[in-house]
C-alpha cells in the first residue's frame, strides 16, 4: 500500500507542475504583446511600460518565466489585477469559500435524492417505477442548468416571493440568510449531479443484487428494506464516494452560468468578469487555482480510495 | 485481469482500473461501459436493430434523425440552393424594411405560433422555426465534431495504450491525465475568450479536443480487458503482428462501446454549446444556435414565453434523445458481452 | 398663393420641433468619455416622425417624479447595478454609470450641472476667469472636511493635481483642458493656469473629470487601498465593500451640505449597492422586494419596468446617442458617397424596433438631444433619413465609378465589415442594418463582435471599418467633440478619422467665447458637417432608467448648494444624497 500511496503523491506532484504549466504557457503565449493588452495602444508612459515589463519578466526567457511565476504563486502571490489593482490571490481567497458552499451544498442535496431514487431504481428494475424514476433522471440531466434557474427564480422570488432572487448573504452575517440566498443556485447545479449519481446508484446496485450473498440474506428472512440499504449499498458506496469527489472538483469551475444568473459572488462569476475585461492575470489566477484544486482533490480520492478498498488494501 | 502479472503492475492496473479518473468516465455509464463485448458477432441490419427498440428509444431515434435532417436540409438551403426551399430565412428581420419587396413588413416581434410562422417570430420578428432548424446545424456540428475526434483520437490512444502497456502507457495516460485535470469549462472558457475565436468549427475542434481524454479512458478500459481475451492471445501465439491484432481485433470490439458513449457525450457537449451561447461565447450572432436563442428569448421572457421555450425544448429533447439511444446501445453490447 | 401655402405647410412642424426643443426636460450631464468606454446602453427613438424628412419632432418624455413634502429621515435603500464598479478611485478607476451611483454619495464633485445645463458651484463657490480665459480663480466653500477628519483646503485642490496628471483616468482630461499648473493663493483660493485658453474649463471641473475631490494624502500613500475604502466629502461614508456582492455606505453625519430648506443631509442611513448583471433578474430582485432600487440602460428592461405597478420611475434621455462611425481613412469609406448611401440605408426607427426601445427613445441627429440647448436645426436637417433608393443610388455611383478608391471593378460589390461589442441588443440593431445594407445587394456585410476592451482597443488603433459607438453627453460639447476632430496623426481619440482643420478652428472659436449662441452655432456647424459627410449614423437617443420602490423620492428634485435643480439622473447616475423615504 504503501507503495501504491508513493505512486499516487509522486504523479499528483507530476501533474500539477504539468497544470500550472499549461496554464502559464496558455496565457503568456497569447498572440500579441502583453503590454499591449494591458496599456492599451493609446499614449504610453515608457516608464510605466518598462515597470510592466519588469514586473512580467518579459524580457527573461521562457522557462525562467514560468519558475518565477510559480515560485511566487507557491507562496500566494499571483500578481495584482492590472484593471483593479487588487492582489489576485485576494480576490479568489473571497470567493472560494462562496463557490465551495454551492459545491458542497449541491452534492448534498443531489446525494440526498440520488440514494433513494437509485436504490428504488434498482430495486424495482424495469418496473414502472425504474422507468419512470430514470425517465425523469434523464430529463433532469438534459435540461440546462440556467434554464431551471430561470425557472426557480421566476417561481420562488417573484410569483411566492418566499426567496431573494439574487445576491449572496455571507455565511458570518447569519446562517439563515446565507441559506436563503444559496438553497436555489444549489438545487440548479444538483440536477446534474443528482442525474449522474442516481445512475451510478441503480446499475451498481443492480449488480450488487446478483450477488449470492444477498440471496442468502433473503433466504435468512431479511426485510428488502434492511438488504437494500445494509447491505446493497454499501458496496457502492466506494464509487459514489469517488464520483462524488470528483463532481465537486468540476463544480468548482462549473459553476460559472450560475453564479451570473443569481449574481454570486463565487469564482465562476469573478472568471467571467474578468474574461469579459480581459484581466489577464486574474484569468490566469483564477483557472490556475481551479485546475490545481481539480487535481488536489482527485488526488485525495485516489489516496482514500486506496485506503478504503480492502481489495486494494491486500494485495 | 491477468494473474501473471506482477504484484505492482496489479496494483496499478487495478488502481487505474478504479481510480477516480477512470470512475469520472466510467460513471457517466454507471460502469456499464467496462464490459467487453466479446468475439464479433454477425451484423444486423439497421432495421432489425430499429424494430428491437423499446418505444422510448424509437421516438428518440426518429427525433434525432429528424435533427440531423433538419440540419442538412437547412444548409442545402443557404448554400445550394440560396433559400429557394420553402424554409424561411431565419435571419430575415420580418417587421423591417424588406429589400427585396422594397416594404416594410407586417409581421409583428414576439408573435405566438400562427400557420405561417408555426412557433412564432422571436423578438426581431424572425421565424422561430426556421432559426431552431438551423440552430440544429450547429448542434450537429459541435456533436459530431466533438465525437469525431474523441472516437478516433481518443479510441486510437485508449485501444493502443491497452493492448500495448508499459512505458507507451505510462507516457500517454500521463498527458491524458494532465488535459484531464483541467477542469473543461473553465478551460473552455479561457480559451475560447483569449483566442477570440468564433467560428464553428474551432470551437467544436476545441471542444472535442478537451474531450478526447474521457474516450481514451473508455476505450483503454475496454481494450485492456479484450487484450486479455484468449483470442487475442491466441492471435499472438500464431505471430500476428500487433498492429494487425489491433487494427482487426482489438478496435472493432471497442468501437461498440465507444461509440454507445460518445452519443452519450453527445448529448454532454451540446449543452456545453448550449452554455457557451448563454455566456456570449459561441458562434458569432446572427447564427442561430439554441443556446443564443435561448438567451436572447430571455430578455421578452414577459412578452412571449413560448420564444424561450422552443429553442429550450428543442435542446432538451436532442439530449434526452441522444442519452436515450446511447443507454440502448451500451445495454445491447453488454448484454451479449454477458450472454457469452 | 400655393407656393405660400406649403412654405407655411414646411414651418409648421419645423416651428413646433424648435419650440419644443426650446421646452426641454431635464438635460443631464454624463461623462460618456470618447478616449474611454462605451456604456452598455441604447437608444431608442419614438416613432412620432409627422414627417419622412423631420427627425426633430421628439416626443416629451416623462421624467420626473413629483416630490412629497413629506420628506423623512432615515431608512436603508438597497440598489441593483448592472455590473460591479471597477474601483472607486476617480483618478484611475473607469467611470460607469454603476460606478457613479456610488461615487456621488462618497465624493462630491466643484461644479455641478444645474437642470438647464448650466454650471454652478457644489463643492467649490465660484469661478473667475481671467480675460484671456487661461488663469481660472476658483473659491471654495469654508468648513468642508473630509470622511477622515481632514480639512478641505486649497492645498488639498492641489495636491490632489499630480495624481492627476499621472492617473490613468484623468491624465488625458488634463492635457485635453489644457490644465497646466494649480496654486493655491489662500486657504480658500485656488488658482488653475491653462496653456491655451479654454472658454468650457469649468465643465472639466464636474464629475468625472477632474471635479471629484478625493484626499490626495491618503489616496498617494496607498492607492490599492484607497479603491476599497475611498475617502471623499460626500454625504455617505464607506462602510464595507465586497466586490461583486455588495458594497455598503452610511450616512455621513458631518455632512456639509443641506437641502433647498436647510434640512441636513443626507436623509438615508445607509445604501447597499449590488451588482446583479443579469437584466431580467435584476428587475425581479426590485419587483419581489430583494432590492429597493435598479438602474438600466437597456431599452427592453425599461419597457418591462415601465410595464410594472407601484414603482416610482426616473427616467432620461439625455445628450448620449448610439450609433456608430466610418473609418474615413480607409476605402471604401473614404468616399463620402459610399458613406452617405450607408447611412441613408440605415433605418434608425427599425433599429430602435430593435433595441426594444419603441415610444422610449427618441431619434437622434447629432450630438445633442432635441432636448438639449445645444440642439442645432441645420444639422438635424443635414441628417440622412431613411431611403432605400436614395441609398442604392448613391452607393451605385460609387460602384460604378470606374476611378474607385478601394480598387475594384466597375460593378463590384463593396466590403464593409460592421463591428459591435456582443452586447445582444446591440447585435439585434445591427442585424436591422446588415439586412438593408445587404439586401441592397451592392454591400458584402461582415458581422464581427468584440469583446468591450478590444473594441475599444480597435478603435484607438484605427483597425475598423463601421464601428459601433457611443457618443456625447450632458456636459458641454468641448468635452466630446474637441476630441473628435483632432488631428488624427496627432490624437488617437479621432475614431473617424475626418478631419479638417477648418473643424479645429471651429473649436479653438469655441474655446476663447463664453457666449453661448455663438459657441452653439460653431459645435452646430460641426455635426452639420458630419451629417453632410456621413460621417456617422445614429441608433437613437440613450433611454436610461432608475426604478425604486413607490416610497423613495428626491432623486430628481435635488438641489444644487445655492438652490438651483439639479440635473435629475443623466445616464441613470442617482444621487443618493439627495433620496429619501417618505413614511
Same mark, same amino acid.
Given at each position: 500500500?504503501?507503495?501504491?500511496?508513493?505512486?499516487?503523491?509522486?504523479?499528483?506532484?507530476?501533474?500539477?507542475?504539468?497544470?500550472?504549466?499549461?496554464?502559464?504557457?496558455?496565457?503568456?503565449?497569447?498572440?500579441?504583446?502583453?503590454?499591449?493588452?494591458?496599456?492599451?495602444?493609446?499614449?504610453?508612459?515608457?516608464?510605466?511600460?518598462?515597470?510592466?515589463?519588469?514586473?512580467? %519578466?518579459?524580457?527573461?526567457?521562457?522557462?525562467?518565466?514560468?519558475?518565477?511565476?510559480?515560485? %511566487?504563486?507557491?507562496?500566494?502571490?499571483?500578481?495584482? &489585477?492590472?484593471?483593479?489593482?487588487?492582489?489576485?490571490?485576494?480576490?479568489?481567497?473571497?470567493?472560494?469559500?462562496?463557490?465551495?458552499?454551492?459545491? &458542497?451544498?449541491?452534492?448534498?442535496?443531489?446525494?440526498?435524492?440520488?440514494?433513494?431514487?437509485?436504490?428504488?431504481?434498482?430495486?424495482?428494475?424495469?418496473?414502472?417505477?425504474?422507468?419512470?424514476?430514470?425517465?425523469?433522471?434523464?430529463?433532469?440531466?438534459?435540461?440546462? %442548468?440556467?434554464?431551471?434557474?430561470?425557472?426557480?427564480?421566476?417561481?420562488?422570488?417573484?410569483?411566492?416571493?418566499?426567496?431573494?432572487?439574487?445576491?449572496?448573504?455571507?455565511?458570518?452575517?447569519?446562517?439563515?440568510?446565507?441559506?436563503?440566498?444559496?438553497?436555489?443556485? &444549489?438545487?440548479?447545479?444538483?440536477?446534474?449531479?443528482?442525474?449522474?449519481?442516481?445512475?451510478?446508484?441503480?446499475?451498481?446496485?443492480?449488480?450488487?443484487?446478483?450477488?449470492?450473498?444477498?440471496? &442468502?440474506?433473503?433466504?435468512?428472512?431479511?426485510?428488502?428494506?434492511?438488504?437494500?440499504?445494509?447491505?446493497?449499498?454499501?458496496?457502492?458506496?466506494?464509487?459514489?464516494?469517488?464520483?462524488?469527489?470528483?463532481?465537486?472538483?468540476?463544480?468548482?469551475?462549473?459553476?460559472?452560468?450560475?453564479?451570473?444568473?443569481?449574481?454570486?459572488?463565487?469564482?465562476?462569476?469573478?472568471?467571467?468578469?474578468?474574461? %469579459?475585461?480581459?484581466?489577464?492575470?486574474?484569468?490566469?489566477?483564477?483557472?490556475?487555482?481551479?485546475?490545481?484544486?481539480f487535481v488536489i482533490i482527485n488526488t485525495v480520492v485516489d489516496l482514500l480510495y486506496v485506503v478504503l478498498d480492502p481489495r486494494i488494501r491486500r494485495s | 485481469m491477468a494473474t501473471t502479472e506482477s504484484g505492482f503492475e496489479k496494483t496499478e492496473e487495478t488502481l487505474a482500473a478504479n481510480s477516480a479518473l477512470t470512475a469520472r468516465a466510467n460513471a457517466a455509464a454507471a460502469a456499464d461501459f467496462e464490459v467487453p463485448p466479446g468475439v464479433e458477432q454477425p451484423r444486423q441490419s439497421v432495421w432489425s436493430i430499429f424494430k428491437e427498440m423499446p418505444f422510448l428509444v424509437k421516438f428518440s431515434t426518429m427525433w434525432l434523425v429528424a435533427v440531423l435532417f433538419g440540419a442538412i436540409y437547412a444548409q442545402l438551403d443557404v448554400r445550394v440552393f440560396n433559400g429557394s426551399l420553402p424554409l424561411a430565412d431565419p435571419n430575415l428581420i420580418l417587421s423591417g424594411f424588406n429589400p427585396s419587396t422594397g416594404e416594410f413588413g407586417t409581421t409583428e416581434a414576439l408573435e405566438g405560433p400562427s400557420w405561417a410562422h408555426p412557433l412564432g417570430t422571436d423578438a426581431l420578428a424572425r421565424d422561430t422555426f426556421s432559426r431552431v432548424v438551423h440552430g440544429s446545424y450547429v448542434s450537429v456540428i459541435v456533436a459530431a465534431v466533438s465525437v469525431i475526434c474523441g472516437v478516433i483520437? @481518443?479510441?486510437?490512444?485508449?485501444?493502443?495504450?491497452?493492448?500495448?502497456?508499459?512505458?507507451?502507457?505510462?507516457?500517454?495516460?500521463?498527458?491524458?491525465?494532465?488535459?484531464?485535470?483541467?477542469?473543461?469549462?473553465?478551460?473552455?472558457? =479561457?480559451?475560447?475568450?483569449?483566442?477570440?475565436?468564433?467560428?464553428?468549427?474551432?470551437?467544436?475542434?476545441?471542444?472535442?479536443?478537451?474531450?478526447?481524454?474521457?474516450?481514451?479512458?473508455?476505450?483503454?478500459?475496454?481494450?485492456?480487458?479484450?487484450?486479455?481475451?484468449?483470442?487475442?492471445?491466441?492471435?499472438?501465439?500464431? @505471430?500476428?503482428?500487433?498492429?494487425?491484432?489491433?487494427?482487426?481485433?482489438?478496435?472493432?470490439?471497442?468501437?461498440?462501446?465507444?461509440?454507445?458513449? =460518445?452519443?452519450?457525450?453527445?448529448?454532454?457537449?451540446?449543452?456545453?454549446?448550449?452554455?457557451?451561447?448563454?455566456?456570449?461565447?459561441?458562434?458569432?450572432?446572427?447564427? =442561430?444556435?439554441? @443556446?443564443?436563442?435561448?438567451?436572447? =428569448?430571455?430578455?421578452?421572457?414577459?412578452?412571449?414565453?413560448?420564444?424561450?421555450?422552443?429553442?429550450?425544448?428543442?435542446?432538451?429533447?436532442?439530449?434526452?434523445?441522444?442519452?436515450?439511444? @446511447?443507454?440502448?446501445?451500451?445495454?445491447?453490447?453488454?448484454?451479449?458481452?454477458?450472454?457469452? | 398663393?400655393?407656393?405660400?401655402?406649403?412654405?407655411?405647410?414646411?414651418?409648421?412642424?419645423?416651428?413646433?420641433?424648435?419650440?419644443?426643443?426650446?421646452?426641454?426636460?431635464?438635460?443631464?450631464?454624463?461623462?460618456?468619455?470618447?478616449?474611454?468606454?462605451?456604456?452598455?446602453?441604447?437608444?431608442?427613438?419614438?416613432?412620432?416622425?409627422?414627417?419622412?424628412?423631420?427627425?426633430?419632432?421628439?416626443?416629451?418624455?416623462?421624467?420626473?417624479?413629483? #416630490?412629497?413634502?413629506?420628506?423623512?429621515?432615515?431608512? +436603508? *435603500?438597497?440598489?441593483?447595478?448592472?455590473?460591479?464598479?471597477?474601483?472607486?478611485?476617480?483618478?484611475?478607476?473607469?467611470?460607469?454609470?454603476?460606478?457613479?451611483?456610488?461615487?456621488?454619495?462618497?465624493?462630491?464633485?466643484?461644479?455641478?450641472?444645474?437642470?438647464?445645463?448650466?454650471?454652478?458651484?457644489?463643492?467649490?463657490?465660484?469661478?473667475?476667469?481671467?480675460?484671456?480665459?487661461? *488663469?481660472?480663480?476658483?473659491?471654495?466653500?469654508?468648513?468642508?472636511?473630509?470622511?477622515?477628519?481632514?480639512?478641505?483646503?486649497?492645498?488639498?485642490?492641489?495636491?490632489?493635481?499630480?495624481?492627476?496628471?499621472?492617473?490613468?483616468?484623468?491624465?488625458?482630461? *488634463?492635457?485635453?483642458?489644457?490644465?497646466?499648473?494649480?496654486?493655491? *493663493?489662500?486657504?480658500?483660493?485656488?488658482?488653475?493656469?491653462?496653456?491655451?485658453?479654454?472658454?468650457?474649463?469649468?465643465?472639466?471641473?464636474?464629475?468625472? +473629470?477632474?471635479?471629484?475631490?478625493?484626499?490626495?494624502?491618503?489616496?498617494?500613500?496607498? !492607492?490599492?487601498?484607497?479603491?476599497?475604502? !475611498?475617502?471623499?466629502?460626500?454625504?455617505?461614508?464607506?462602510?464595507?465593500?465586497?466586490?461583486?456582492?455588495?458594497?455598503?455606505?452610511?450616512?455621513?453625519?458631518?455632512?456639509?451640505?443641506?437641502?433647498?430648506? /436647510?434640512?441636513?443631509?443626507?436623509?438615508?442611513?445607509?445604501?447597499?449597492?449590488?451588482?446583479?448583471?443579469?437584466?431580467?433578474?435584476?428587475?425581479?430582485?426590485?419587483?419581489?422586494?430583494?432590492?429597493?432600487?435598479?438602474?438600466?440602460?437597456?431599452?427592453?428592461?425599461?419597457?418591462?419596468?415601465?410595464?410594472?405597478?407601484?414603482?416610482?420611475?426616473?427616467?432620461?434621455?439625455?445628450?448620449?446617442?448610439?450609433?456608430?462611425?466610418?473609418?474615413?481613412?480607409?476605402?471604401?469609406?473614404?468616399?463620402?458617397?459610399?458613406?452617405?448611401?450607408?447611412?441613408?440605408?440605415?433605418?434608425?426607427?427599425?433599429?430602435?424596433?430593435? $433595441? /426594444?426601445?419603441?415610444?422610449?427613445?427618441?431619434?437622434?441627429?447629432?450630438?445633442?438631444?432635441?432636448?438639449?440647448?445645444?440642439?442645432?436645426?441645420?444639422?438635424?436637417?443635414?441628417?440622412?433619413?431613411?431611403?432605400?433608393?436614395?441609398?442604392?443610388?448613391?452607393?451605385?455611383?460609387?460602384?460604378?465609378?470606374?476611378?474607385?478608391?478601394?480598387?475594384?471593378? #466597375?460593378?463590384?460589390?463593396?466590403?464593409?465589415?460592421?463591428?459591435?461589442?456582443?452586447?445582444?441588443?446591440?447585435?439585434?440593431?445591427?442585424?436591422?442594418?446588415?439586412?438593408?445594407?445587404?439586401?441592397?445587394?451592392?454591400?458584402?456585410?461582415?458581422?464581427?463582435?468584440?469583446?468591450?476592451?478590444?473594441?475599444?482597443?480597435?478603435?484607438?488603433?484605427?483597425?475598423?471599418?463601421?464601428?459601433?459607438?457611443?457618443?456625447?453627453?450632458?456636459?458641454?460639447?468641448?468635452?466630446?467633440?474637441?476630441?473628435?476632430?483632432?488631428?488624427?496623426?496627432?490624437?488617437? $481619440?479621432?475614431?473617424?478619422?475626418?478631419?479638417?482643420?477648418?473643424?479645429?478652428?471651429?473649436?479653438?472659436?469655441?474655446?476663447?467665447?463664453?457666449?453661448?449662441?455663438?459657441?452653439?452655432?460653431?459645435?452646430?456647424?460641426?455635426?452639420?458637417?458630419?451629417?453632410?459627410? /456621413?460621417?456617422?449614423?445614429?441608433?437613437?437617443?440613450?433611454?436610461?432608467?432608475?426604478?425604486?420602490?413607490?416610497?423613495?423620492?428626491?432623486?430628481?428634485?435635488?438641489?444644487?448648494?445655492?438652490?438651483?435643480?439639479?440635473?435629475?439622473?443623466?445616464?441613470?447616475?442617482?444621487?443618493?444624497?439627495?433620496?429619501?423615504?417618505?413614511?
Amino acid at each position: 500500500m504503501i507503495k501504491t500511496i508513493a505512486f499516487i503523491l509522486l504523479r499528483l506532484v507530476a501533474t500539477l507542475l504539468a497544470v500550472t504549466f499549461l496554464t502559464f504557457a496558455m496565457v503568456a503565449l497569447l498572440p500579441g504583446d502583453p503590454v499591449d493588452t494591458i496599456l492599451g495602444t493609446a499614449q504610453r508612459d515608457p516608464a510605466v511600460e518598462e515597470q510592466i515589463r519588469e514586473d512580467l %519578466n518579459l524580457d527573461d526567457p521562457f522557462v525562467v518565466r514560468y519558475f518565477t511565476w510559480l515560485g %511566487n504563486a507557491v507562496t500566494g502571490d499571483l500578481g495584482s &489585477s492590472y484593471i483593479t489593482d487588487q492582489p489576485v490571490a485576494d480576490t479568489i481567497s473571497q470567493r472560494v469559500p462562496v463557490t465551495a458552499q454551492l459545491a &458542497s451544498m449541491a452534492i448534498l442535496i443531489a446525494v440526498i435524492v440520488a440514494i433513494p431514487v437509485g436504490v428504488l431504481g434498482a430495486y424495482k428494475q424495469s418496473r414502472w417505477q425504474d422507468t419512470t424514476s430514470s425517465a425523469a433522471v434523464q430529463v433532469a440531466l438534459s435540461i440546462p %442548468n440556467f434554464i431551471v434557474g430561470i425557472f426557480l427564480i421566476w417561481l420562488f422570488a417573484v410569483q411566492l416571493n418566499w426567496l431573494p432572487s439574487s445576491n449572496w448573504s455571507r455565511l458570518s452575517d447569519g446562517v439563515v440568510d446565507n441559506l436563503k440566498t444559496a438553497i436555489m443556485p &444549489s438545487v440548479a447545479l444538483a440536477l446534474g449531479a443528482m442525474a449522474l449519481f442516481s445512475r451510478l446508484i441503480r446499475s451498481d446496485m443492480v449488480a450488487t443484487l446478483k450477488e449470492d450473498y444477498i440471496l &442468502s440474506a433473503r433466504a435468512k428472512g431479511l426485510s428488502d428494506r434492511y438488504i437494500l440499504f445494509r447491505h446493497a449499498l454499501r458496496p457502492s458506496s466506494l464509487s459514489l464516494m469517488t464520483v462524488v469527489g470528483i463532481t465537486f472538483g468540476a463544480l468548482l469551475g462549473g459553476t460559472v452560468v450560475i453564479e451570473t444568473l443569481f449574481a454570486i459572488p463565487g469564482l465562476g462569476f469573478s472568471l467571467i468578469n474578468a474574461i %469579459n475585461a480581459r484581466d489577464i492575470l486574474l484569468i490566469q489566477g483564477i483557472t490556475v487555482f481551479i485546475a490545481v484544486m481539480f487535481v488536489i482533490i482527485n488526488t485525495v480520492v485516489d489516496l482514500l480510495y486506496v485506503v478504503l478498498d480492502p481489495r486494494i488494501r491486500r494485495s | 485481469m491477468a494473474t501473471t502479472e506482477s504484484g505492482f503492475e496489479k496494483t496499478e492496473e487495478t488502481l487505474a482500473a478504479n481510480s477516480a479518473l477512470t470512475a469520472r468516465a466510467n460513471a457517466a455509464a454507471a460502469a456499464d461501459f467496462e464490459v467487453p463485448p466479446g468475439v464479433e458477432q454477425p451484423r444486423q441490419s439497421v432495421w432489425s436493430i430499429f424494430k428491437e427498440m423499446p418505444f422510448l428509444v424509437k421516438f428518440s431515434t426518429m427525433w434525432l434523425v429528424a435533427v440531423l435532417f433538419g440540419a442538412i436540409y437547412a444548409q442545402l438551403d443557404v448554400r445550394v440552393f440560396n433559400g429557394s426551399l420553402p424554409l424561411a430565412d431565419p435571419n430575415l428581420i420580418l417587421s423591417g424594411f424588406n429589400p427585396s419587396t422594397g416594404e416594410f413588413g407586417t409581421t409583428e416581434a414576439l408573435e405566438g405560433p400562427s400557420w405561417a410562422h408555426p412557433l412564432g417570430t422571436d423578438a426581431l420578428a424572425r421565424d422561430t422555426f426556421s432559426r431552431v432548424v438551423h440552430g440544429s446545424y450547429v448542434s450537429v456540428i459541435v456533436a459530431a465534431v466533438s465525437v469525431i475526434c474523441g472516437v478516433i483520437v @481518443g479510441g486510437l490512444i485508449g485501444s493502443l495504450v491497452g493492448f500495448v502497456r508499459g512505458k507507451t502507457e505510462t507516457v500517454l495516460m500521463a498527458g491524458i491525465d494532465v488535459i484531464l485535470a483541467f477542469p473543461a469549462l473553465v478551460l473552455l472558457l =479561457a480559451l475560447i475568450s483569449i483566442l477570440e475565436v468564433r467560428s464553428l468549427f474551432v470551437i467544436s475542434f476545441i471542444v472535442g479536443l478537451l474531450s478526447i481524454p474521457t474516450y481514451t479512458r473508455v476505450s483503454r478500459a475496454n481494450s485492456l480487458a479484450i487484450s486479455n481475451r484468449e483470442f487475442v492471445t491466441a492471435a499472438r501465439a500464431i @505471430g500476428t503482428k500487433r498492429w494487425k491484432i489491433l487494427w482487426r481485433e482489438i478496435i472493432p470490439n471497442v468501437l461498440p462501446t465507444l461509440i454507445a458513449y =460518445a452519443l452519450v457525450a453527445a448529448a454532454a457537449v451540446i449543452v456545453v454549446e448550449g452554455t457557451l451561447s448563454f455566456l456570449g461565447l459561441s458562434v458569432q450572432l446572427p447564427t =442561430a444556435t439554441w @443556446g443564443n436563442m435561448i438567451n436572447q =428569448a430571455r430578455r421578452d421572457i414577459k412578452q412571449n414565453v413560448w420564444q424561450v421555450a422552443f429553442p429550450a425544448l428543442a435542446l432538451t429533447l436532442t439530449v434526452l434523445a441522444l442519452n436515450q439511444v @446511447g443507454d440502448f446501445f451500451q445495454r445491447r453490447s453488454s448484454h451479449r458481452a454477458s450472454s457469452l | 398663393m400655393r407656393q405660400r401655402r406649403v412654405v407655411t405647410a414646411l414651418a409648421i412642424p419645423l416651428v413646433l420641433a424648435f419650440v419644443a426643443a426650446s421646452c426641454g426636460s431635464d438635460d443631464s450631464s454624463s461623462e460618456t468619455d470618447t478616449g474611454g468606454e462605451t456604456t452598455e446602453a441604447n437608444t431608442e427613438t419614438t416613432d412620432d416622425s409627422s414627417e419622412p424628412e423631420d427627425t426633430t419632432a421628439p416626443e416629451e418624455v416623462v421624467t420626473t417624479v413629483d #416630490a412629497t413634502d413629506e420628506i423623512a429621515y432615515g431608512g +436603508d *435603500v438597497i440598489v441593483g447595478l448592472e455590473a460591479e464598479a471597477q474601483g472607486l478611485r476617480p483618478w484611475e478607476d473607469v467611470f460607469s454609470s454603476n460606478s457613479y451611483n456610488i461615487m456621488y454619495a462618497i465624493y462630491d464633485t466643484l461644479f455641478a450641472q444645474t437642470a438647464d445645463g448650466e454650471y454652478a458651484g457644489f463643492l467649490a463657490e465660484s469661478i473667475e476667469p481671467s480675460d484671456d480665459l487661461t *488663469v481660472w480663480t476658483m473659491t471654495l466653500r469654508p468648513d468642508v472636511t473630509f470622511h477622515d477628519g481632514t480639512g478641505l483646503t486649497a492645498q488639498t485642490i492641489v495636491d490632489m493635481f499630480p495624481i492627476q496628471q499621472a492617473g490613468a483616468n484623468t491624465s488625458g482630461i *488634463v492635457a485635453s483642458s489644457k490644465l497646466v499648473a494649480v496654486a493655491a *493663493v489662500d486657504d480658500l483660493t485656488v488658482e488653475y493656469t491653462l496653456s491655451e485658453p479654454n472658454s468650457a474649463f469649468i465643465s472639466a471641473l464636474d464629475g468625472g +473629470d477632474l471635479g471629484m475631490v478625493f484626499e490626495p494624502v491618503a489616496a498617494a500613500a496607498d !492607492p490599492v487601498a484607497f479603491s476599497l475604502n !475611498p475617502i471623499g466629502t460626500g454625504a455617505f461614508t464607506m462602510q464595507s465593500r465586497d466586490p461583486d456582492n455588495e458594497t455598503v455606505i452610511v450616512k455621513n453625519p458631518d455632512y456639509w451640505r443641506t437641502d433647498a430648506d /436647510g434640512n441636513p443631509l443626507p436623509y438615508l442611513d445607509s445604501v447597499s449597492f449590488r451588482p446583479i448583471p443579469d437584466e431580467g433578474n435584476r428587475l425581479d430582485a426590485l419587483i419581489s422586494g430583494t432590492t429597493n432600487a435598479m438602474i438600466t440602460l437597456r431599452q427592453g428592461t425599461i419597457r418591462d419596468a415601465l410595464e410594472e405597478s407601484g414603482l416610482n420611475f426616473y427616467q432620461f434621455q439625455g445628450s448620449n446617442i448610439g450609433g456608430g462611425y466610418f473609418n474615413t481613412l480607409k476605402a471604401p469609406f473614404d468616399d463620402q458617397r459610399v458613406r452617405l448611401g450607408l447611412v441613408t440605408l440605415t433605418d434608425q426607427d427599425e433599429m430602435i424596433k430593435a $433595441l /426594444g426601445g419603441e415610444g422610449i427613445s427618441q431619434a437622434g441627429s447629432q450630438w445633442s438631444s432635441a432636448d438639449s440647448p445645444w440642439f442645432y436645426e441645420p444639422a438635424a436637417a443635414a441628417y440622412s433619413n431613411f431611403d432605400f433608393d436614395k441609398g442604392k443610388g448613391l452607393l451605385e455611383e460609387y460602384i460604378n465609378d470606374p476611378a474607385r478608391s478601394d480598387g475594384k471593378g #466597375a460593378g463590384e460589390k463593396i466590403d464593409v465589415t460592421l463591428s459591435c461589442p456582443p452586447d445582444p441588443s446591440l447585435i439585434a440593431y445591427v442585424q436591422v442594418i446588415e439586412q438593408i445594407w445587404s439586401g441592397s445587394e451592392l454591400v458584402n456585410v461582415n458581422l464581427t463582435s468584440f469583446d468591450q476592451a478590444t473594441h475599444i482597443q480597435l478603435a484607438l488603433t484605427d483597425e475598423h471599418d463601421a464601428h459601433c459607438w457611443r457618443m456625447s453627453g450632458e456636459g458641454d460639447p468641448s468635452g466630446y467633440i474637441n476630441p473628435a476632430v483632432a488631428d488624427p496623426a496627432e490624437s488617437s $481619440l479621432n475614431f473617424s478619422n475626418y478631419f479638417d482643420p477648418e473643424m479645429v478652428g471651429w473649436t479653438t472659436e469655441a474655446g476663447l467665447t463664453t457666449d453661448f449662441e455663438t459657441r452653439k452655432e460653431l459645435y452646430g456647424k460641426i455635426n452639420q458637417r458630419w451629417n453632410e459627410q /456621413g460621417v456617422y449614423w445614429y441608433a437613437g437617443q440613450t433611454a436610461t432608467l432608475v426604478a425604486t420602490d413607490a416610497d423613495i423620492y428626491g432623486l430628481d428634485s435635488w438641489t444644487l448648494p445655492d438652490g438651483a435643480p439639479g440635473l435629475g439622473t443623466p445616464n441613470a447616475e442617482a444621487r443618493w444624497a439627495d433620496a429619501y423615504i417618505t413614511q
